[in-house]
Nanobody, 120 residues
Framework: QVQLVESGGGLVQAGGSLRLSCAASGSILSANVMAWYRQAPGKQRELVARITNSGTTNYADPVKGRFTISRDNPKNTGYLQMNSLKPEDTAVYYC??????????????WGQGTQVTVSS
């Protein structure tokens, strides 16, 4: 019923930029909270950033000042603009969304992940 489709991952040089997109589709009334997580090899998944439907944002300390999370509410799409990328940002990035479906119930969904690789 609901699917999160990610795009925008890839390989970039240190100091470069990427923009990740997460499009939610299906029987959606609203995407209440959207977030990005990442997981590097040998490490557990960590929160990168999140944004509420009112626009309130939170960022993990390592990405503050470099990453910006945003959303297009009519399109139920979230974005993560990543600037000044560092090799330490290399990870699989996952979109996460708290979604109210047409049945008025709230569910939590995950995207399948997209690889971001930052070379030096």
């Amino acid at each position: 019923q609901v699917q999160l489709v990610e795009s925008g991952g890839g390989l970039v040089q240190a100091g470069g930029s990427l923009r990740l997109s997460c499009a939610a589709s299906g029987s959606i009334l609203s995407a209440n909270v959207m977030a990005w997580y990442r997981q590097a090899p040998g490490k557990q998944r960590e929160l990168v950033a999140r944004i509420t439907n009112s626009g309130t944002t939170n960022y993990a300390d390592p990405v503050k000042g470099r990453f910006t999370i945003s959303r297009d509410n009519p399109k139920n799409t979230g974005y993560l603009q990543m600037n000044s990328l560092k090799p330490e940002d290399t990870a699989v990035y996952y979109c996460n969304a708290e979604i109210t479906a047409w049945d008025t119930r709230t569910y939590n969904y995950w995207g399948q992940g997209t690889q971001v690789t930052v070379s030096s």
